[in-house]
Structures are given as structure tokens and as C-alpha cells.
């Protein structure tokens, strides 16, 4: 029975997409968006995204439960095997020897079981929500599915779910509900195009031991909803080339869309699938205009053209982006680890600035254990923004890029590149590093570690190509008056002297 539907999901990998999307008739909403590049090109980008900056996202489900961090549903079932033409040994991976040791072997006891352990008995999403606000955010990103496949929302597609399994709660519901109280804009994530190809781990069996030849619980037509079935041999990239899968992601995204109307949606991958994908973002854009709704944000790894938002996993742009962009991290592993370690405040504070110096937003994974709520390291952390953005967020919100995002050695000197590409988000500055924003005839300016001596602004003298006349200069959260002077090469504002506690001082320099 295996090899047959092997063989039919290897025939059938063969239809055209774009015969399949035909002959699948995908439903969506017509309108004013079509299922094309030049079409999609339309897209506005709405306000009030431009305008919040700052988001933060719970990337959390059941994987958190055995406290190993990412990617658990796939590497328990990662034995090892040896390579008989390069004749070495694959060690298993560390999750699965961990699996072994306190759960036992994955034909008994695989992932499937590891989703009733995940209660999220301590999780008070208004709590949570209260806090990210007073941190800064603007707007709340839940975990929709990971490539576990497994779904936060009440689905009436896919039985695995968080209402009927884990927690018995509608998670995405909660969220949006706790979101739209504190007057948060809310999306969702999507990581369902990748689960076909990367939950086929579940699907092997050990080379080695005791348990050699075994199958993995994967292999049980009982669990084939959850695991998915075998893939053709040659199906073994990020994103599917099945075309029932790609349907099946379809009307299942569509649900998630059509179910709770995200302001903003996120796809871990370049746009899924392309008709299809083009199909599903033409619904989305489409049935927000109908709703006379404020806008609403697709997000995907893949360079946008106007099309949508780009998104930058654990990168930043090297320069400013003619359309807005959106870096995705975390302040540590995506999920929880134990005795992980985190970004501090300062890091995240400096991350978002020069992220918005350069026309973007960051949206920033707060780690959560399994049962929910937070550790004091990370309480910690976010107590540290929330103490910056007080006194500074005037400086970040509705603000856009100047004619130049920064100043400095991170400008002039060696980049170093990020995870996926471009900068890398979190990075080391010097005192002389400047990053600008503006907003109306004020530029603040951000001195990014204390000023060790005099801020001397090299972009703004009288006869750069920048300049304009300087009218005054404040110190945010400071009544202190500032000494500052402007001549042809510079403005140099002199060292205030009292400087805040936190790393990063802002400047509103007002221009005439």
C-alpha cells in the first residue's frame, strides 16, 4: 500500500499547477485583485502598519513541550544512518537521543503523544497582551502552524488541532481577542507550505540498533492526517511540488483567513506555490476591501516589488528600502530551550531602530514555556524595552526613513551577514554610531551606545548634501538644556551632562 501511494503522489506530482488550480476551481473573492504578479502589483501598503513599527509574535505550540527548542516534531526522528559511499557514521541527532531517554523509541511513542502533554496551563494571553503593550508593541502575531502540523485555531478541515487536542482552547482566538482589547492589530503565522516535505522524518526507520527497520509512528496510515503521507522520492524541497498538497494548503489557509480576518498574514517561505499562492493573496487583499477594513499585510521570504512585505528571518536590509520590510526573530530559540540564552533589552532596542532607519518593521518572537507564561529572564527583558520605549517611542512610531538611515563605523566599516542573507539583525555598535528617523521637520537622531565624547552629525552640515538649518535640539526624556552648533561639515551637539541609564540616546533634532 505504501509503494501505491508513492506511485500516485509521484503521477500526480506531474499535473501542471496551474491545470490542478483550474480544475480544482479554488474559490476566492473577486475583486479588484487578480491571481497575478501585475496585479498584486496594486498593493497599498496600509498606515497602519508603516506607522506600528513593532510587533511581537508568540512562536509557540506543543514542540515547546519537551524544552529542546525548534524544529522537535522533525529531528526526534532523526536516528543517523551511515553512508555507505562516503563510508561514515551520521550521529543521531541530540533530540533524538533525548526522545529515547525520556519518552522512548518513536514507532511507540512519536509525536503524536507529545501533543497531549502541551496543556498551556499557565498561559493568561490579557496578561501577556497588557505587557506587550506597555513594551511597545502595535501590533500581535500567533502561531497559526508550524511545520508540525498542527493547527492553534478551531478548524473544521483538520482534526489536530488546539481545540480538540492539547490545551482544548481556540489559541488564535484567544490571542485575537486579548490583542484587539488593548487595541493591538493582529495576524497570524503560516508554516503549513513546509510541513508536506519536512514532517518526512516521522516516515524513516532506524539504520542502526535494536530498533533497525522499525517504522516510525509516521508510517501508520492511523496517523497519515498529522504526519502526512510518503513523498515521491523527488519531493524533498522547502515548499512541495505535489499539487494535492498545494490544494490542500490552499483551503486550509483560506480557512485561517476566512475564520478570524487577520489584519496580517505570514508565510514561512517565498510565496507558496504560485498560482495557487497568487490565488489565496488575491482573496486575502480582495475580501479585506470588502470588509472596508484599514488594510491588511501579507508577509513572505521573498522580494516583494510592491506585491507584499518582505520578510527578513534573523537579517536586516543593508540600506533603505524603497517598500516596507519586516525582520522576524526571536529573542532566543523559537522555542523554548532550557537554559537558553537571550538577546538583552539594549540589543532589541538597538534591532528595532536601525531596522526602522532603513523603512522597516520588527517583528520580535517573545519565547514562552510550554505552560504558557514567561521567565523572569525574558519579564526582564521586555521590562528593559518597555523603559526605553517610554521616554523614546515618539522617535519610532509614524516616523519614516531620512535621506540617509545612519552614520558610523556599522555603516562604513565590515558587515556581517545575517542567518538568510542581508546584515545580521543583532550586532555590535560603537559610540559614534548614528541611525535617523523623521517625521514631519524633526529628525531624531540615535546615538546608539552612550556618547563617550561630543555627537558630531556629519550628515547635517550646511553644505552636505543632506543639511538643513538646525532650529533647535532636544534630548528625549530630559529636560536638560542642550549646547549644539552647526557649521558647514557637521552638526556637533555637546555631551549632555546626565545621560540615561538605558544604552541608546535619542536626539529630536528640529529643522527649519
Request: aromatic share 14%.
Amino acid at each position: 500500500m505504501k509503494k501505491l501511494r508513492t506511485f500516485l503522489f509521484s503521477a500526480l506530482a506531474g499535473i501542471s499547477i496551474a491545470t490542478f488550480a483550474q480544475t480544482g476551481n479554488l474559490p476566492m473573492t473577486e475583486g479588484k485583485y487578480k491571481p497575478s504578479d501585475e496585479s498584486l502589483k496594486q498593493y497599498k501598503y496600509p498606515a497602519w502598519f508603516r506607522n506600528a513599527k513593532f510587533g511581537i509574535w508568540s512562536h509557540w505550540g506543543p514542540q515547546a513541550v519537551p524544552r529542546q527548542g525548534d524544529w522537535y516534531a522533525r529531528k526526534m526522528y532523526e536516528r543517523g544512518y551511515y553512508d555507505c559511499e562516503k563510508e561514515t557514521y551520521k550521529k543521531p541527532n541530540s533530540d533524538y537521543v533525548y526522545h529515547v531517554a525520556n519518552y522512548g523509541h518513536p514507532s511507540e511513542f512519536g509525536y503524536k503523544d507529545i501533543i497531549p502533554l502541551w496543556k498551556a496551563e499557565r498561559w493568561n494571553p490579557d496578561e501577556l497582551m497588557k505587557l506587550y503593550k506597555r513594551a511597545g508593541a502595535r501590533y500581535f502575531v500567533s502561531m497559526g502552524t508550524h511545520h508540525d502540523n498542527f493547527f492553534l485555531w478551531d478548524s473544521k478541515l483538520h482534526h489536530w488541532n488546539s481545540v480538540k487536542m492539547g490545551p482544548n482552547k481556540d489559541v488564535v482566538g484567544l490571542w485575537q481577542k486579548a490583542a484587539k482589547k488593548e487595541g493591538l492589530y493582529f495576524g497570524v503565522s503560516e508554516h503549513l507550505g513546509a510541513s508536506y516535505t519536512w514532517f518526512q522524518t516521522s516516515h524513516r526507520s532506524d539504520q542502526l540498533g535494536d530498533k533497525a527497520g522499525v517504522p516510525y509512528d509516521g508510517n501508520n496510515p492511523e496517523y497519515e492526517s498529522l504526519y502526512h503521507a510518503a513523498a515521491a522520492l523527488d519531493d524533498n524541497e522547502w515548499l512541495t511540488k505535489n499539487p494535492v498538497w498545494q490544494h490542500q494548503w490552499y483551503e486550509r489557509i483560506k480557512e485561517l483567513i476566512d475564520s478570524y480576518s487577520p489584519d496580517l498574514l505570514y508565510s514561512d517561505s517565498k510565496m507558496p506555490f504560485e498560482d495557487i499562492g497568487r490565488t489565496l493573496i488575491a482573496h486575502y487583499y480582495n475580501k479585506d476591501l470588502k470588509s472596508k477594513g484599514e488594510g491588511v499585510v501579507y508577509t513572505c521570504k521573498q522580494s516583494s516589488e510592491g506585491r507584499w512585505v518582505h520578510d527578513c528571518e534573523r537579517w536586516v536590509e543593508e540600506g533603505i528600502s524603497p517598500f516596507p520590510w519586516q525582520t522576524d526573530t526571536s529573542i532566543g530559540d523559537w522555542y523554548y530551550r532550557t537554559g537558553q540564552k537571550y538577546m538583552t533589552g539594549s540589543e532589541v532596542v538597538q534591532m528595532l531602530i536601525d531596522i526602522v532607519s532603513k523603512n522597516g518593521n520588527l517583528l520580535l518572537n517573545i519565547v514562552q514555556t510550554p505552560e504558557g507564561d514567561l521567565e523572569q529572564d525574558v519579564l526582564n527583558i521586555l521590562e528593559d524595552i518597555a523603559g526605553w520605549m517610554e521616554e523614546n517611542s515618539v522617535a519610532i512610531y509614524d516616523t519614516r526613513p531620512w535621506k540617509v538611515y545612519g552614520e558610523g563605523p556599522s555603516v562604513t566599516g565590515e558587515k556581517v551577514k545575517g542567518y538568510f542573507g542581508g546584515l545580521k539583525d543583532v550586532r555590535k555598535y560603537q559610540p559614534s554610531d548614528l541611525r535617523f528617523t523623521v517625521k514631519g521637520k524633526t529628525l531624531y537622531t540615535f546615538c546608539m551606545e552612550h556618547p563617550e565624547g561630543d555627537v558630531h552629525i556629519k550628515s547635517l552640515g550646511l553644505k552636505t548634501a543632506t543639511g538643513a538649518k538646525v532650529a533647535s535640539v532636544k534630548m528625549l526624556g530630559s529636560d536638560e538644556k542642550i549646547s549644539w552648533r552647526q557649521d558647514d561639515d557637521e552638526v556637533v551637539i555637546r555631551r549632555p551632562s546626565r545621560l540615561p541609564d538605558y544604552n541608546t540616546v535619542v536626539f529630536a533634532v528640529k529643522l527649519k
